[in-house]
């Protein structure tokens, strides 16, 4: 039975705040399914679409920093002409993050070429992902709201500069709940360093806690606490959860009529699964090296995110819905000086791995129901800043989708001559996530949560489907 | 049932913050308008009624006037309530509620020894007045206060005196002290009582906002910091949702947007203060004999590096404010006596930066020698040690406090603002309360003795006055959810139509009028409750038809059973484990941090016992929450948060099997265990079920858990013979191997993991 979101919120949510969803909605399954537990309530419960999903997954490419959209996806022949020339006055002074806004417009160095049946422009920055412009939607129109990283970063995960509101993966969590038993439902990945602002950008804000990502660590355990202690051996750890179990159950049989201490004991086995179900899914011995190469595992500079890229593949086939790759992890896109050093190299990062990921998942037949989607958390300016660099540019930018629903090969929206700001189908960062969030199958006006006395929803006020990049 | 009125789109928190093109346009000014006779007659904004408790049937078990109320509602939906909790399971869960640990042995036999009618009322008393109360109640506070210990933002920096105001919230319910009396010291401590460093702490209530050291536009990092503090005050001491005002009227209640704007002019001329003095005038005047001792002896030294470092510190100072936009560069070059009121609040709100004694000052002389290349550079170095030599003359830094203060006798005109937009003024208004409720503008005295508007000291009047129709309700009903998991009202920060009703109105009224009647006393309240029959229900459901009619248990045909929190769960563990540090206050401690924790949001783990610390004194990094809290559903530190999510997930799970400070902990327990020479097993069973559960083993479990040992002893002899690792247990008493140890650790590891430790019930 379907139900529409907005039905019987109330009760859905008193369960799922006591069951938790993300890892705990897995619980809630495996009770559905071992103990046939709480069927009433299950049809209300069950999280469902609201159409059918055109894309089961997302693998989101984030640029963290802020990759220069003039200098990559956005041609402007006129900041070339312009060049050496201030900001024209029709612009208003903007306030930038670097107050650079009264400094000489700068061209791009880039060759650019047509690429694909659809002749869309790419750099020369970016030769194998070029290969793949027939597949891509590329939105030249979009804008935020940020001048800051923090802010900026933020809203491109949460629709909000502020941090608290839930991030779009937990929101999807909430949504469509978990298509796989034994791993999280959204899992981050990162290749340098911290991502600015942390832990709020995959958070579950105000919805329950279970919903919020899975940072999956660079080094050492990917998930915390998932190896046992060394004083305690596979059998040996059996022999206690049974235990545990033994104690779980005979309580929770003397104290019925809390659904959650039944939960906790499924949770339990959960947790015991993931120890085995999570590092195969993060082993990548069996890749072949043919596999390996394609994303560019086998040279050192595109080894870390090939091998993000070629663990989101995995994830993707093991039902993980939503995946999030960091480039650059700690602004590493910042290119406020020396853009041309800069941009070299987080392109030459990205561009294999970003190209091998979308020839795999085509090959594989997974392209098809696989949402990619690549960008930063906004662009750069046209002008300099001390000479060689970009300053932020949150006013125009370039965020491309391929796969999942996305009709390919087409360039949707525009910004003014000089790529200053977005003028032409103007794609705000509410119409980005509307999008998302619709190629998923949810309809982000009907999916809400009720906080401090109003049906929060993950597009906050705004948002519209971008319908033109719909297949 | 899920209410229709909710389905209606509705305000827009953030529109404000959107520079142009939303979907959604409210319009612009925050119109007055009439109040319907349905919002005049709202419920939470009626006088707190005079009631008396109703006559019911089943008088003898009303215990108190609370039971009367209780059991009025259940015969009248024809359910009786549960039978009594046993005195056990009681006990435990007036030491889990109050003081958040479980009680010792000998503390159970004192009690089941104690056949006085009033031996349970004593545990209250003895408990209430036990310091680890107000680190229990303590939290729950901070949690509204959205207490951290750091910036948020990008850097995240600390704020090292943050935890002050933990302090003295903990000893604020420790000591009693009158509700009304902190709301006013947390709302304008500084301008009633500018001589008590309490009453200056207490005002970081409105310093926890989050915030961005590196923001360029001040005025609109004022405006947000202004609306973080008007939505938090709305919602702790009102339980109104303001917030929904920002942008427009608000949608169901009577919040005009001009009520956001009144209520944040009370704020105008807020400034962070962080220097606030706490040592006493001598112990201050010993401080700055010192330093001037160590100043006369260093000058030398302090001149040449100041010599080295004066042209960097100038560039970097330089480069640091030229990023600020020109109005705000001009506010912090002007002669004071030229600056407006924003002025001055631009320029405090810079000063921090760029004031040597300050701790966000961006040119330290670190970040100066940092800076230094060359010879200039060895030369630094060179006289920074020569400086070092004299390190242990100078007298550290006085002890300070944070919090805030007003800039000056007269604030910034406030306006409403079009969509929030901090820039976007629409028309001025004046400080005021709810128009609903007090339609004119407030009336304010300027202070007399301090630089200061005497704004917030209205406010605080309006709020903490015995007339006022949110201001008990609301505290009684926190005190009340906290105890039974849910409050009469069960979104105890939405007292608007958008909220839950009360489940027993006559009550909640009750409540408020004994609470304003008994001298704002929380203690009393605890006192009220938990001698209340209510309280002592038993858990269990008995009654399955009660549990039809009111699935929720809303009407509280039993004890709700509810899940410890992470830090009392973390507390709870070490307490059995004999390894809890008991220590109160100071600054905040470094537990251990899981293994692959990055390197940014970590920490230094704390030496010896102050990892053991109990959790209220765990640093709180605003961005980086502690793990195993967080994974408990410990909230975000960004927002106010009135009643936390309770979920259960896999990583709690993974956490609690896997991580080493529980396995530590089992071990504690399980030394305990051993502890006296212990090698008998159904000996060892019976105290590990007392000192983890409070209760002994029935014949059963005994015998469930010794055929475990007995099995479970068999894998660790095999694991021990193929060379594995086990879990020690401290000394071993003779007949007792390392096996028998280990195995004894596994089962003390469940026990701690089990439901039953977990639960409070």
């Known amino acids: ?34 103990e046939g537990l709480f069927a009433a309530e299950a049809a209300g419960a069950a999280p469902a679409p609201h159409h059918t999903p055109r894309a089961k997954s997302i693998i989101w490419l984030f640029m963290e920093g802020g990759p220069s959209h003039l200098d990559l996806f956005d041609p402007k022949p006129m900041l070339d002409k312009m060049a050496g020339q201030p900001l024209p006055a029709s612009f208003g002074r903007p306030i930038t993050a670097m107050g650079t806004a009264s400094n000489e417009l700068m061209p791009s160095k880039r060759q650019w070429k047509r690429h694909g049946q659809s002749g869309l422009w790419v750099s020369d920055w970016y030769p194998e992902i070029a290969q793949h412009v027939d597949d891509m939607a590329i939105f030249q129109g979009c804008w935020a709201d940020g001048l800051n990283h923090v802010g900026s970063v933020c809203q491109m995960n949460t629709g909000s500069i502020l941090a608290g509101r839930p991030s779009m993966g937990a929101w999807v969590t909430y949504g469509l709940g978990t298509a796989n038993e034994n791993l999280p439902t959204f899992v981050i990945l990162t290749d340098a360093g911290e991502v600015l602002g942390g832990p709020k950008n995959w958070s579950a804000g105000f919805l329950p806690a279970s919903y919020q990502g899975t940072l999956l660590r660079r080094e050492g355990t ?67 090296d043919a596999t390996r190469k394609l994303y560019g595992i086998d040279e050192p500079e595109t080894e870390k995110f090939g091998t993000n890229c070629l663990l989101a593949r995995r994830f993707v086939e093991r039902g993980v819905r939503f995946i999030q790759l960091y480039s650059g992890s700690g602004s590493g896109w910042d290119a406020h000086e020396n853009i041309e050093a800069n941009h070299s190299k987080m392109c030459r990062q990205t561009d294999r791995p970003i190209a091998g990921l979308l020839t795999d998942l085509k090959a594989r037949g997974l392209l098809d129901s696989t949402l990619v989607v690549w960008g930063g958390e906004f662009g750069r300016t046209p002008f300099n800043e001390k000479g060689t660099g970009r300053d932020h540019n949150p006013w125009g930018f370039t965020i491309w989708m391929a796969g999942g629903g996305i009709k390919g090969g087409q360039a949707i929206g525009a910004t003014d001559e000089i790529g200053m700001k977005a003028v032409d189908v103007p794609c705000h960062v509410h119409d980005v996530h509307a999008t998302i969030l619709h190629l998923l199958g949810l309809n982000h006006k009907q999916l809400v949560y009720p906080h401090n006395g109003r049906d929060e929803r993950p597009t906050i006020v705004g948002g519209r489907v971008i319908t033109s990049a719909l297949a | 049932m899920w209410n229709k009125r909710r389905l209606i789109a509705s305000c827009c928190f953030l529109a404000g913050l959107v520079m142009a093109g939303t979907t959604v346009r409210p319009r612009a000014a925050a119109n007055d308008r009439e109040f319907t006779q349905a919002e005049r007659q709202f419920w939470s904004l009626q006088k707190v009624a005079v009631v008396a408790p109703p006559a019911v049937r089943q008088r003898q078990w009303v215990r108190t006037p609370v039971d009367a109320f209780i059991a009025a509602k259940l015969e009248s939906h024809g359910l009786t309530p549960a039978s009594n909790a046993d005195r056990i399971t009681l006990l435990r869960r007036a030491y889990l509620d109050l003081i958040g640990l479980p009680p010792a042995p000998d503390a159970v036999a004192a009690f089941l020894a104690d056949q006085s009618p009033d031996a349970f009322a004593k545990v209250v008393d003895r408990l209430l007045a036990s310091p680890q109360y107000g680190e229990r109640w303590g939290r729950h506070w901070l949690d509204l206060a959205r207490y951290a210990e750091s910036e948020g933002f990008k ?275 004046e400080p005021g309360f ?155 401690v470094f537990p251990e941090l899981p293994p692959g924790m990055a390197s940014r949001g970590g920490w230094k783990t704390s030496e010896g016992a102050d990892r053991n610390r109990r959790s209220v004194y765990v640093f709180v990094r605003r961005n980086t929450r502690y793990p195993m809290f967080e994974s408990f559903d410990m909230p975000d530190t960004h927002e106010s948060c009135p009643r936390r ?32 020479g212990r090698a008998n097993r159904e000996a060892q069973i019976a105290l590990a079920y007392k000192l983890a559960y409070s209760r002994p083993p029935t014949p059963e479990e005994s015998k469930i858990a010794f055929d475990f040992l007995q099995r479970h002893r068999e894998i660790l002899a095999a694991r021990a013979r193929s060379g594995g690792k086990l879990a020690g247990a401290g000394a071993l008493p003779d007949g007792v191997d390392a096996v028998d140890a280990a195995t004894l650790v596994d089962f003390c590891h469940m026990l701690i993991n089990s439901n039953e430790f977990v639960y409070i019930n």
């Open chain 2, 434 to 588: 709810l128009t609903i409720l007090a339609p004119g503008d407030a009336t304010i005295a300027l202070p007399a003795g301090v630089e200061s508007t005497g704004r917030r000291t209205a406010l605080a009047n309006w709020i903490a006055s015995p007339d006022n129709p949110l201001t008990a309700r609301v505290m009684v009903n926190r005190i009340w959810h906290y105890h039974f998991g849910r409050g009469l009202v069960a979104t105890p920060s939405n007292f608007g139509a958008a909220g839950e009703r009360p489940s027993h109105p006559e009550l909640l009224d009750w409540l408020a009028s004994e609470f304003v009647r008994q001298g704002w006393s929380v203690k009393a309240m605890h006192r009220l409750i938990m001698n209340s029959h209510v309280y002592q229900q038993a858990s269990a459901v008995d009654a399955p038809g009660a549990a039809a009619l009111d699935s929720q248990n809303a009407l509280l045909w039993r004890f709700p059973r509810h899940r410890l929190e992470g830090e009392a769960i973390r507390d709870a563990a070490l307490a059995v484990a004999g390894e809890l540090n008991p220590a109160i206050g100071g600054p905040s």
């Open chain 2, 645 to 676: 999510d309770v979920t259960t997930s896999p990583i709690q799970a993974l956490t609690m099997m896997n991580s080493a400070p529980v396995m530590e902990w089992a071990q504690g327990l399980a030394a305990r265990v051993l502890d006296g």
């Open chain 1, 222 to 288: 990917p998930i915390f606490h998932l190896a046992p202690p060394e004083t305690v051996g596979d059998a040996q750890q059996r022999s206690k959860l049974d235990f545990l179990a033994t104690l779980n159950r005979r309580f929770n049989a003397a104290n019925s009529g809390d659904s959650d201490l039944d939960a906790r004991l499924q949770s339990y086995e959960l947790a015991y699964r993931m120890q085995s179900a999570a590092p195969e899914a993060i082993d990548l011995a069996k890749e072949s």
């Open chain 2, 155 to 429: 850097a995240d920096e600390t704020r090292p005196n943050a935890w002050r105001y933990r302090d003295y919230v903990i000893n604020a319910f420790n000591a009693d002290k009158p509700y009304d009396r902190f709301v006013r010291e947390q709302l304008a401590g500084d301008e009633l009582w500018p001589g008590d460093p309490d009453a200056r702490i207490a005002t970081a209530f409105n310093r926890h906002y989050p915030d961005e050291s590196n923001a360029r536009n001040l005025l609109q990092r004022r405006q947000e910091i202004l609306d973080d503090v008007t939505d938090t005050v709305g919602a702790v001491f009102l339980g109104m949702t303001y917030g929904c005002a920002r942008c427009h009227n608000h949608k169901f209640d009577p919040i005009l947007q001009k009520d956001y704007y009144r209520l944040q002019a009370f704020f105008a001329n807020m400034r962070a203060d962080d220097n606030i003095l706490l040592a006493p005038a001598h112990e201050v005047e010993r401080h700055r004999t010192r330093l001037a001792e160590w100043e006369e002896k260093t000058r030398a030294i302090r001149e040449r590096i100041e010599a080295l470092e004066a042209p960097k510190r100038q560039e970097l100072l330089d480069d640091f404010v030229t990023k600020y936009p020109p109005e705000i560069q001009a506010a912090i070059a002007k002669m004071p006596a030229e600056r407006t009121p924003i002025d001055w609040l631009m320029y405090y709100k810079a000063k921090p930066y760029i004031d040597p004694a300050s701790h966000e000052f961006v040119a330290t002389s670190r970040a100066v020698g940092n800076a230094l290349k060359g010879d200039a550079k060895k030369a630094w170095q060179a006289a920074k040690a020569e400086l070092e030599v004299f390190a242990d003359l100078y007298p550290g830094e006085p002890a300070i406090g944070t919090g805030i203060v007003d800039a000056g006798r007269s604030a910034p005109p406030t306006h409403t603002l079009r969509l929030g937009v901090y820039d976007r003024k629409v028309e001025p208004v």
């Open chain 1, 1 to 34: 039975m379907r139900i529409p979101h907005f039905v019987n919120v109330s009760s859905r949510r008193e369960f799922l705040s006591r069951a938790g969803a993300g890892f705990g909605a897995i619980a809630f399954n495996y009770l559905l399914a071992q």
